[in-house]
């Protein structure tokens, strides 16, 4: 051993077999690189986005046409429990997360996150979470209850002649969100530590990125508001297994403690759905307007005012249960005092466009169907949050619409966009910006056609989770359009993902910064190397590639604005 | 590449004079007490709600003999004592002393899991009283069972930090893992003098 030289180790260096971690798919399974577990969330939420679609295109199937037969009774009940299951915390949630995980270091200035094993942790639990939840189905015991699993339809028995759920439906539903909340945990606090402890020096609080900001406020939702669900679950298991009565009324329990506990995790869960896609809005509409963002300060304190306020709402998912009158008028001013914030964003992003040298790329696109579409279910929103008329409309299709305009209206549509304007950063190829634009067209016609006619079946007395409908109620010609309109859609996601592998396979170059765009995650490499940057920038306003760019008329001389 | 990442968390924690007592990892630990401290307040909420809803049931246990939760309440305490015994022992860079006072935490964390168990039991065996007998049994047991739970796994944490200080693995400078058991440790003592109070003293005044 005396003699060795290096250049000896070289060589057995090179010989000896290569390790697991160095091989293609182990160094997938292995990495802590916060690029590849974004990229892996992405996957992993757009892979249960097609399951969860298909699941939504069998409940339009069976609900096209009146007296349906596609699908049994308890088996429509298993199939969209676990559409809205899938989409909201299979979907959205990973999806979000994806890109905070790729984008927000990046954007900071950061080599990663904080603690880049915990997020390795997170994923896998998330992936095997979804997978322990989807296995349900091979059982043939999927989760039956809603996305909401009210007690106590989903206890073992409620009372002694009534069995609610006897088998298994509901344990995988609760043992499987349990195990996403601990996942989202994980993630939260990384995204917390990494934003208040890792931005490149200069980049103060005030200077950060709106996504940024966005995924910030939604880390504090998750961290505050999951706690709800893993009580109320657990509570839930409790009485399912070990005889408890938490949610019996007979026993003294009150189901009412079930809605209460889910929805105060609820109504902030809602807006952890959509702040991350305001976020990835206020990035996109100033890049394509040539312009600064409009009044970066209110939507940044608006998002922290909603993830307040949005604590102090969640008995407007109850009115109808018979909450004392004094309960409800609080929790309808509360409600409604909410729609403020989120109408001043609105406002913020108009004035933003307002003047600007707009480019129509796709990502700007689906930018503005965004705001469009989120306003229609922000409207609807805000007369559900009217008592009498909710009386009248709850639990009924007009609910379902106002879900679908603000979470495919709106969170889906910022997704598209936020594919297409990182895109070239994730691979360094471009994609096809016809195809993507016909993606959005079709999209866009395909949600409005199945999800606008749902207010007007709502107002018809349609409700919602009936398996099917008798054909006098004059529900059938709106049911045949929502239908239509969700095989749309459908072909929308078929020509995105016809855009993605063909832009993978022979996309053109992008070159480091194709958008000529104005954050730190544009400053580096397409797709940037494993520790992001060089050098760490160096920060001197709300707009640092910018400046860097041209420095002539950097934001930072430019006292005043700021 | 990690090296990259560590270095920069390394130069930026210097730069903002943050080695020790309040790293990264001090910031983490604090927001996941945090999340599950709301964990213990949707509990108490629950219980106060099912409380209030339902106040014909007997929100009391059958006996009032008080001498177990009060003997546990001063175990708990004095662990605490220890446990910051230990802590301050590994500060200085002293790793017997944080060996001893590891070791007497977790013995009177172990002291208080069977002071649980045995009243457990009791209730359960002498009294008939149980999980399904009524809405506050139900209350009852998930509410002390829950806190047992966070001193177990607050005990294994303590335990991990003792077999890891005995192959010495702390020094002055690097032990953050013994500050977060510590934390933790904290934590769980804080939210059992709640539940004391909450099941076992409340029911005293009505
Ligand atoms: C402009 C602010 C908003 C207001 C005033 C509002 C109001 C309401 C009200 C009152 C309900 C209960 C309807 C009922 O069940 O009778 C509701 C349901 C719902 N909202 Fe909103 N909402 C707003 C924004 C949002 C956003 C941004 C999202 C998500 C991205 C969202 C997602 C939902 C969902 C998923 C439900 C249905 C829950 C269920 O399954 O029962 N809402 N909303
Ligand atoms: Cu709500």
């Known amino acids: 051993m005396a003699t060795s030289t290096i250049g000896e180790r070289a060589t057995t260096i090179d010989v000896r077999r290569k390790r697991f971690s160095e091989t293609y798919i182990g160094e997938w399974i292995t990495t802590t690189d916060h690029k590849q577990l974004g990229l892996m969330y992405l996957i992993t939420g757009f892979f249960f986005f097609v399951v969860g679609g ?69 994923f896998w639990l998330l992936l095997f979470g979804g997978i322990f ?58 995204f917390v530590v990494t934003v ?111 993830g307040f306020l949005s604590f102090t709402v969640w008995a407007h998912h109850m009115f109808a249960v018979g909450l004392p009158s004094i309960a409800q008028a609080f929790f309808a001013t509360s409600t409604t005092l909410i729609a403020i914030p989120t109408a001043v964003k609105i406002f913020n992003w108009l004035a933003t466009i307002w003047g600007g040298k707009i480019r129509f790329n796709a990502p700007m696109l689906f930018a503005l169907g965004f705001i469009a579409m989120f306003l229609i279910g922000g409207l609807n929103g805000a007369a559900l949050a009217v008592v009498p008329f909710d009386y009248q409309i709850t639990d009924s299709y007009f609910v379902v619409a106002h879900i679908h305009y603000v979470l495919f209206g709106g969170t889906a549509l910022a997704v598209f966009a936020g594919i297409y304007y990182w895109f070239p950063k994730f691979t360094g190829k471009l994609m096809d910006d016809r195809l993507a634009k016909w993606h959005f067209w079709v999209t866009f016609i395909g949600l409005n056609l199945t999800f606008f006619p749902m207010h007007l079946m709502g107002i018809l007395g349609m409700p919602r989770r009936v398996y099917t409908y008798p054909a006098n109620l004059g529900w059938n010609d709106l049911n045949a359009m929502a239908s239509v309109g969700a095989f749309i859609i459908g072909v929308g996601v078929i020509l995105f993902m016809i855009n993605i592998i063909k832009s993978l ?19 580096t490499t397409s797709p940037p190397k494993k520790y992001n940057f060089l050098e760490i920038p160096v920060v001197r306003s709300r707009r640092p590639f910018y400046d860097k760019k041209y420095p002539d008329i950097a934001d930072w001389k430019n006292v005043i604005k700021h | ?190 939210v059992w003098l709640f539940v004391v109070t909450l099941v076992y003293f409340v029911p005293l005044f009505r």
Request: aromatic share 14%.
């Open chain 1, 54 to 122: 298909m699941e939504a295109l069998l409940i339009r199937t069976q609900l096209a046409l009146p007296n349906g037969k596609v699908l049994d009774p308890d088996t429509y009940n298993q199939i969209f429990t676990m559409h809205g299951t899938t989409m909201i915390f299979l979907f959205v949630i990973p999806v979000l997360s994806g890109f905070g995980n790729y984008i927000v270091p990046l954007m900071i200035g950061a080599r990663d996150m904080a603690y880049p094993r915990m997020n390795a942790f997170g």
């Open chain 1, 133 to 190: 939840m989807q296995s349900s189905f091979l059982f043939g015991q999927a989760p039956n209850g809603g996305w909401f699993m009210y007690a106590p339809l989903s206890e073992l028995a409620a009372g002694h002649a009534f069995q609610a759920t006897p088998h298994m439906n509901a344990d995988f539903w609760l043992l499987g969100t349990t195990l996403l909340g601990i996942s989202s945990i994980t993630g939260s606090l990384n």
């Open chain 1, 196 to 306: 208040f402890k890792l931005r490149a020096p200069g980049m103060s609080i005030n200077r950060m990125p709106l996504f940024t900001w966005m995924i910030l406020v939604m880390s504090f939702l998750l961290l505050f508001a999951l706690p709800s669900l893993t009580v109320a679950s657990v509570l839930l298991l409790l009485d399912r297994h070990m005889g408890a009565h938490f949610y019996q009324y007979g026993s003294g329990g009150d189901p009412l403690l079930w809605q209460h506990l889910f929805w105060s995790f609820g109504h902030p869960e809602v807006y952890i759905l959509i702040l991350p896609a305001f976020g990835i809005v206020s990035e996109i509409l100033p890049v394509f307007s040539r312009k600064p963002i409009f009044g970066y300060t209110f939507i940044a304190w608006s998002g922290v005012a909603i």
């Open chain 1, 505 to 523: 396979k022979a996309g053109q170059a992008a070159g480091d910064d194709p958008w000529d765009a104005y954050t730190l995650e544009w400053d």
């Open chain 2, 1 to 190: 590449m990690s090296v990259a990442h560590g270095e920069q968390v390394r130069v930026l924690e210097e730069e903002h004079g943050q080695v020790g007592e309040r790293s990264l990892n001090w910031w983490g630990m604090v927001f996941f007490i945090a999340s599950e401290a709301l964990i213990f307040a949707n509990l108490i909420a629950a219980y106060l709600y099912l409380e209030i809803r339902n106040n014909n049931d007997i929100w009391q246990l059958p006996h009032s003999n008080l001498f177990l939760p009060l003997l546990n309440t001063a175990i708990l305490l004095g662990s605490s004592v220890s446990v910051h015994f230990a802590g301050t022992g590994i500060r200085k860079g002293n790793v017997r002393q944080l060996i001893i006072g590891l070791s007497v935490t977790i013995f009177l964390g172990a002291c208080f899991l069977v002071g649980l168990a045995y009243e457990w039991t009791s209730l359960i065996a002498d009294e008939h009283f149980s999980i399904s007998s009524s809405i506050f049994g139900s209350a009852f047991f998930t509410l002390t069972g829950f806190h047992g739970l966070h001193v177990t796994i607050g005990a294994i944490f303590l335990a991990v930090c003792l077999v890891r200080a005995t192959k010495g693995h702390f020094s002055k400078q690097q032990h953050f893992a013994v500050q977060a058991a510590e934390m933790y440790w904290h934590f769980v003592d804080v």
